[in-house]
């Protein structure tokens, strides 16, 4: 993805973006058409996993941003009985960040899908695999340092890092390998899904080392910027959507 991709507003970089990241939960207060009424205008859409496709499509079309994205464990769409993938086109207008690392106006993000493995269902992951998704990604990120500086601004997740955000039961255990990911690359920001919050005393913000660690569950508000096109970006603010008691 590039600075040219910039929601219609011309080429030209911009030193301050406006993300708004959701995951799990289809909001009522998202879902209706006085969204840009109260929501301010957004840069770019990041999901985080486990929102069907129609929920999605309504976000690009009515705020007009472009959309990166990760699949849960839960897809909604069909899949293919051999390879286990999506059909292609299920979640039209979106770029889907697995395994991959791409760049809109200066913000560099990859992505990890899935979860743990609890009923050998679509987008589930051993420990192995999920650590395999994420070092393949390295090379690009190494280069990344040689040429801008930095190897990753947002790293878009659905399981959380282990023991951080994440429940003892199997299929909402973090994956232990997105640890070690992000201390040696350090993005400014992992956003993640998966872990629902029904307790409004549940933390949905931890600091890693250099990485804040962000459950964006139902949606959060961010604004980044940054000093110069070679300095790294920076969270100067941030809403989080409220705790919902739907199951």
């Given at each position: ?57 309504f976000l690009v079309s009515n705020l007009n941003a472009p959309l990166v994205h990760v699949l849960g464990n839960h897809c909604y769409v069909s ?65 990344n340092k040689m040429n801008v500086g930095r190897y990753l601004d947002v790293l878009v997740t659905h399981t959380p890092p282990r023991g951080i955000h994440d429940n003892e039961d199997l299929a909402h255990k973090g994956f232990a390998s997105l ?69």
């Open positions: 993805m590039s600075a040219q991709q910039n929601n219609g507003k011309g080429s030209q970089r911009s030193e301050t973006l406006r993300v708004l990241a959701v995951a799990d939960l289809v909001e009522p207060q998202l879902y209706n058409s006085s969204i840009t009424k109260w929501l301010p205008p957004i840069d770019l859409l990041i999901s985080c996993g486990d929102l069907p496709p129609g929920y999605l499509d899949h293919d009985s051999i390879s286990g993938k999506c059909a292609p086109g299920s979640y039209p207008g979106a770029h889907n960040l697995h395994g991959e690392v791409a760049e809109y106006s200066g913000l560099i993000l990859a992505g990890v899908e899935g979860s743990p493995i609890y009923n050998n269902g679509p987008h589930q992951y051993s420990e192995q695999h999920a650590a395999w998704n994420m070092w393949r990604m390295a090379p690009k990120l190494l280069l640890l070690p990911f992000i201390e040696r690359f350090k993005p400014t920001l992992l956003l993640h899904g998966h872990t629902h919050r029904y307790n409004p005393l549940l933390p949905t913000r931890t600091k890693h080392g250099e990485t804040e660690i962000i459950n964006a569950y139902g949606h959060v508000l961010l604004e980044l910027t940054r000093d110069n096109v070679r300095t790294g970006w920076r969270v100067v603010s941030s809403q989080q959507g409220e705790v919902s008691n739907a199951k």
